[in-house]
């Protein structure tokens, strides 16, 4: 089981950028697939982002490809979520999720496919 923990958001304006951080407590993260989705209010949770380190493999939603940039850092227990040029409907609460994938080639863009999940952070942005 991997304890992940999400910090880094708040409140923007459109056009503004933030950046997630998703710590990983007791293990590294080499042969986990680390995603992100995101839910808004009356919504279901939806794919962001995924990456497989061991993979070399990242994967985005449509909606934020070339605006969002996931990546995790040197220790391989902190996984990122940059975020630029954002919009309104990127509004939700993001959460970070884990799901150890040796031997796979991409993470899954599945939530239910995740076994581990942090406790979420909100994103606002305004217009």
């Known amino acids: 089981q991997v304890q992940l923990v999400e910090s880094g958001g708040g409140s923007v304006q459109a056009g503004g950028s933030l950046r997630l951080s998703c710590a990983a407590s007791?293990?590294?993260?080499?042969?986990?697939?680390m995603g992100w989705f995101r839910q808004a209010p009356g919504k279901e949770r939806e794919f962001v982002a995924t990456i497989l380190e061991s993979a070399r493999s990242t994967t985005y939603a449509d909606s934020v490809k070339g605006r969002f940039t996931i990546s995790i850092d040197n220790t391989k227990t902190t996984v990122y979520l940059q975020m630029d040029s954002l919009k309104p409907e990127d509004t939700a609460v993001y959460y970070c999720?884990?799901?150890?994938?040796?031997?796979?080639?991409?993470?899954?863009?599945?939530?239910?496919?995740?076994?581990?999940w942090g406790q979420g952070t909100q994103v606002t942005v305004s217009s």
């Open positions: 999720a884990a799901r150890y994938a040796p031997f796979h080639n991409m993470g899954p863009t599945n939530s239910r496919l995740y076994t581990d």
């Open positions: 007791g293990r590294t993260l080499s042969d986990y697939a």
